[in-house]
């Protein structure tokens, strides 16, 4: 059948009820991949019939943020405007989080923002906990018969090309399966034109939708996210991160400022290797790292194998540290992988024999060869034979001098080409970010393969040739909180509230002991709050990687490498990079539990694990602008993120008593009205006029007399 074009949503609408009638179960993607106008079409048809039963099975849903306070309102306006102005606000995620959805919607998530279902009752219920490599059967157990995706297009002289930009993750997954099922089922595409388009994989026939949506207007930027700003806990886990990569391989990091912290630090590590090098002794407790990894600047470069291709990793890649490319043949792999590829010391198919014994040309080679540049398109089979585009016979014998000399004469190619430097399965980021892959020229864009997330996330399509692309990988992760045995917990609390969910950690982690040079990474920090609580802890009620399959774990304090090593050993390297004014209580807890001999002593090297102690060791470098607050700039202004410094600052005093004994003191004798700072705050929150309520203008002067 046809695809079907329509120019309105309310007209796909129509289509989709038509064809599926009243039961509608819609899988669509996470992040910047849901057709936002679209989906709420869908959802508008569903709160005005309740004989239609609608479930969305979807993630990481994104609106542009409103604020719960009045001061956070006033704040978030003027920023919403400019940054978020284009993006179509979702009705079925605000009703949503407002719990709001009528009786005949049912809104299911497999991951979330960090801590936005905390406390919702509805979304914790309705929450998945799978494995981003099983979305795809998930969703089809569920009984999907929907899929709906936001594409980006380009106009060619042959008609549209479509692209699933940043979203091929689950899309290519799901597909396949859908084309299986017995039951009625559509697949439909709303063009973006504010979507970057990216080729490889992630180019899709138009013939793969039912229908497709495209009012032929710009469309719209996707949903911007802000970064976070770095602190020093951040940097001295990202700095010790950075230092267990190793050169020519392969990277993949988590999502958040740790994860910020770490791709800088490889970005400095290639700019400035002396203020890197400074940076990293002055943190001590790196011994070690150099044989996982190294401090040296990338000679070879990285390959990036990454569920999400993040703003810092594009900027590895456009630093040139991401630049190692990987074949889809492992004939050519393998020879990239051992460098015969890039030596011109002598002519091609005289090397491959020589270094490699190469005897005979396969069909499959051959075709991998001119696909990849190496031999000229017109070198065909000729039965057991050879032509040469002038077309002289030869024997398919590379053992004969000759034959080896008239193809280096008459049947090389342009050269290597088609190698991918980044493989990833979604992308996500700040506004910056989507304007240059915007403008990416095709030889950059080519090396960037967006795919299905079974193809990053797991090496079951073809080991042979993934073990040789994905040479060293390190795969680099955030979690909430890892037991002295070694267990992580990255995705919800101890009563269960889900926090995030897993995604991809637990794939990256079997990945790491799957192939034989991986490692897996587990970033946190080792305490929060000032009282403080540990993350380092003696048990928790469940895990996200249990405890057989611990590696490597990084804090501010140091580098623990638990593979291999027995539970005592376990539990004494972790207490070395525990925070000091945790470690008695830890040592006790595993005492009692008879794992640690009761005249253990922390190390004296490991009795100073202070956050002040951290912020003296990076004073030099943060003071020399090395480790910025945001490495990788943000879609707020210098003077917005001050100012929504001084409003946190505020929230956090009004969270104590002493906080609040400090906010007396400010109220009492305010920041004058005529200070440069105080007066941008007013008029950025609208308060600079006569009437202006009063009481906000005096917690905005508290603000900057806060101490």
């Given amino acids: 059948m046809p695809t079907r074009r329509f120019s309105q949503v309310d007209d796909c609408v129509d289509a989709i009820v038509e064809r599926l009638g009243s039961r509608i179960v819609l899988g669509t993607p996470l992040g910047i991949g849901k057709p936002n106008t679209l989906l709420d079409a869908l959802y508008a048809r569903a709160c005005a019939d309740p004989g239609i039963s609608l479930d969305i099975i979807t993630a990481l849903s994104l609106n542009p943020p409103e604020g719960t306070s009045e001061l956070e309102r006033r704040f978030l306006a003027p920023i919403r405007k400019r940054v978020w102005g284009e993006v179509p606000a979702m009705r079925w995620l605000a009703d949503h989080e407002a719990g709001r959805l009528p009786d005949n919607v049912r809104v299911i998530e497999f991951y979330v923002a960090s801590g936005a279902r905390l406390g919702h009752a509805r979304g914790q219920q309705d929450y998945i906990s799978s494995n981003y490599t099983h979305v795809a059967r998930d969703m089809i157990a569920r009984g999907a018969n929907l899929l709906m995706q936001s594409v980006s297009v380009r106009e060619g002289d042959d008609g549209p090309r479509y692209s699933l930009s940043s979203n091929p993750d689950v899309t290519l ?7 299986q099922l017995e039951r009625p089922w559509m697949a439909v595409a709303q063009v973006n034109r504010g979507m970057p388009w990216m080729g490889n994989d992630a180019e899709i026939d138009e013939d793969a939708f039912d229908a ?23 940097w001295a886990i990202g700095l010790r991160a950075s230092a267990l990569v190793r050169d020519g391989g392969t990277l ?37 790292a150099e044989d996982i990894g190294g401090t040296d600047t990338f000679g070879q470069g990285l390959y990036v194998a990454s569920e999400l291709i993040s703003n810092p990793l594009f900027s590895l890649f456009e630093a040139g540290i991401v630049r190692r490319a990987v074949y889809d043949d492992i004939d ?4 990239a992988g051992a460098g015969l590829l890039n030596d011109d010391s002598e002519p091609l198919f005289e090397r491959l024999h020589r270094r ?37 016979r030869l024997a398919n014998d590379l053992a004969d001098p000759d034959v080896r000399r008239a193809l280096d004469a008459g049947a090389a190619g342009p050269g290597l080409r088609g190698g ?28 960037i393969g967006m795919t299905s997330v079974a193809e990053v996330n797991r090496i079951y399509t073809d080991y042979r040739l993934e073990r040789l692309q994905r040479r060293h990988p390190r795969f680099i992760n955030i979690t909430m909180k890892v037991t002295l045995l070694g267990a992580a917990v990255s995705d919800q609390l101890a009563d269960g509230q889900v926090v995030s969910g897993v995604g991809g950690q637990f794939d990256f982690v079997s990945m790491a002991h799957q192939l034989p040079e991986g490692r897996s990474v587990l970033c946190l920090r080792a305490a929060r709050g000032s009282a403080p609580e540990s993350n380092i802890v003696w048990e928790y009620p469940h895990n996200t990687v249990p405890r057989h399959m611990r590696d490597l774990v990084v804090t501010e304090y140091g580098v623990a490498d638990l593979r291999g090593r027995t539970d005592r050993e376990c539990i004494e390297a972790l207490l070395a990079i525990a925070d000091s004014r945790c470690q008695p209580d830890l040592v006790a807890a595993a005492q009692r539990a008879g794992k640690l001999p009761a005249d253990y002593r922390i190390p004296e090297h490991a009795r100073g694990n202070t956050p002040a102690c951290i912020g003296e060791a990076l004073r030099p470098a943060r003071a020399a602008g090395h480790l910025p ?25 009004a969270g104590s008593w002493g906080g609040r004994l400090r906010l007396l003191r400010a109220l009492l004798r305010p920041a004058p009205a005529d200070d440069a700072r105080v007066a941008f705050a007013l008029r950025h929150l609208g308060l600079d006029g006569d009437d202006a309520p009063g009481r906000l203008r005096r917690l905005v002067r508290a603000a900057y007399a806060l101490r």
């Fill in 356 to 392: 490699d014994g190469l005897p005979r040309i396969s069909r499959g080679l051959l075709a991998a060869m001119q696909r990849h540049g190496l031999a000229h398109p017109d070198l065909a089979r000729d039965g057991q034979h050879l032509r040469l585009p002038d077309g002289t």
């Fill in 629 to 653: 607050d945001l490495p990788f700039g943000s879609d707020l202004r210098d003077d917005e993120i001050a100012l929504a410094g001084r409003l946190k600052g505020l929230q956090k005093a």
């Fill in 420 to 447: 991918v430097c980044m493989h990833g399965a979604f992308f996500i980021g700040p506004g910056d970010f989507y304007r240059r892959l915007h403008e990416l020229d095709e030889a950059g864009r080519s090396r």
């Fill in 173 to 179: 997954e799901i597909l396949p399966l859908m084309r």
């Fill in 252 to 288: 993949q990091v988590g999502i958040g400022s740790l994860g910020d912290a770490c791709c800088h630090a490889l970005r400095l590590r290639q700019s400035d290797n002396a203020a890197y090098t400074d940076a990293l002794a002055a943190l001590q407790g790196t011994a070690g």
């Fill in 212 to 234: 497709v949506v495209d009012d032929g207007g710009p469309g719209f930027a996707p949903f911007a996210v802000p970064h976070e700003p770095v602190d020093d806990a951040a």
């Fill in 332 to 335: 050519i792999q393998r020879w």
